[in-house]
């Protein structure tokens, strides 16, 4: 009787094995090919950040911004990104109002993201 009991302990144990080698088999190509998209990624990063993207008075160039409204962009952009997508179909003019009373307020992001929305949502 013993001996049934081993053998259906073995049985199941070397299931469990088979399983877990089909999985580390079928997960290495995948890790393997992970490997290759990250470093190919961080290639390209690296081989665009050396050149210039834009050059200055090049047709369709941005205008120059001054610089308190490029770190707000910044900012607003990594903390806000919803927010950062309204603020971009505002006016010029309403955009630097918003940079404007940004600097006022002391730089506080909460305030300018509620301004952008006030604005975005009046002209509609």
């Known amino acids: 009787m013993r001996s049934d009991v081993e053998d259906i302990r073995w049985t199941k144990s070397s299931r ?5 080698v089909v ?4 997960l290495l190509p995948a890790l393997s090919i992970a ?20 050059r200055s008075g090049a047709i369709g160039s941005p205008k120059h911004k001054p610089a308190g409204r490029v770190s ?7 903390e806000k990104p919803h ?3 309204f603020y971009r179909r505002l006016s010029d003019a309403e955009k630097r109002q918003v940079v ?11 305030k300018a993201a509620n301004q952008v929305l006030n604005l975005y949502f009046q002209k509609k």
């Open 72 to 78: 707000f962009e910044r900012v607003l952009e990594l």
């Open 35 to 54: 490997g290759d998209y990250w470093s190919e990624l961080e290639a390209e990063a690296k081989s665009s950040a050396d050149t210039p993207s834009v």
């Open 23 to 26: 999985l580390v088999c079928w």
């Open 83 to 85: 927010v950062y997508t």
């Open 16 to 20: 469990a094995r088979s399983f877990m």
């Open 100 to 110: 404007t009373q940004y600097i006022k307020d002391a730089e506080n992001i909460s």
